[in-house]
């Protein structure tokens, strides 16, 4: 695709509920990023994924977030029982390859979670 | 823990130059970004620099690093309405991921 794009672009959820926010990279890049934008905290890490496998899960907040991808393309965070402080902006990234550190890394335009 | 600093907030007249700045923490940071983030955007890479650098200059754009401070600084030529946006300055850390800044909030002044 022409850049990253992530749905839903919104999300309004209860506090305890599930929610599953999505990231399609640009074609081709093999390395995708997650990060969070909160109020409070900035802009942090959450994780990276070179092709399929995540090799540095460090940035989760807790157990309660995972995240998958498949084929090597779109990624899936999933956020469990959902608190009012995972309320944030939530930004995915790609890049050609992860570990060359001039490649560039594009962000999609984010999805905002609100937890009631 | 790992705190890249910027100040909140920067006004600037129109037509000024605009010079935003940012201490970094890792003197091993290989490469060191600036990005930009409009209202309601993503954000969008605008320069980087390399360590072993000090000066990189893009069209209106300069970026200054003293790597000795561990300052990187981002000057805006000619600043105009379109540069009104929050920019980040960003250290790779690690491995891939990035450490963001604060964010400066930039608002010009007509």
């Known amino acids: 695709g022409a850049g990253v794009s992530q749905s839903p672009s919104n999300k309004v959820t209860e506090k305890g509920k599930d929610v599953e926010l999505r990231c399609d990279p640009i074609s081709g890049h093999t390395a995708l990023y997650w990060y969070r934008q909160s109020l409070g905290q900035g802009l942090e890490f959450l994780i990276y994924?070179?092709?399929?496998?995540?090799?540095?899960k460090s940035g989760l907040p807790s157990d309660r977030f995972s995240a998958e991808r498949t084929g090597g393309s779109v990624s899936t965070l999933t956020i469990q029982r959902t608190q009012q402080e995972d309320s944030a902006v939530y930004l995915c990234?790609?890049?050609?390859?992860?570990?060359?550190?001039?490649?560039?890394?594009?962000f999609g335009p984010g999805t905002r979670l609100t937890v009631l | 823990g790992e705190d890249v600093e910027q100040s909140l907030f920067l006004s600037v007249r129109e037509g000024d130059s605009s010079v935003i700045n940012c201490t970094y923490t890792?003197?091993?940071?290989?490469?060191l970004y600036w990005y930009k983030q409009e209202p309601g955007a993503g954000l969008q890479l605008l320069t980087y620099?390399?360590?072993?650098?000090d000066m990189k200059q893009d069209q209106r754009l300069t970026v200054l690093l003293n790597k000795k401070d561990k300052h990187l600084s981002l000057r805006i030529a000619d600043t105009q309405t379109g540069d009104s946006a929050i920019y980040f300055c960003?250290?790779?850390?690690?491995?891939?991921?990035?450490?963001f800044g604060t964010g400066t909030r930039l608002t010009i002044i007509p």
């Open positions: 990234a790609s890049s050609l390859v992860a570990g060359a550190h001039t490649d560039t890394q594009y």
């Open positions: 620099i390399f360590s072993n650098m």
């Open positions: 890792d003197s091993s940071s290989t490469y």
């Open positions: 994924f070179q092709g399929n496998s995540a090799p540095d």
């Open positions: 960003a250290e790779i850390f690690g491995n891939e991921k990035l450490t």
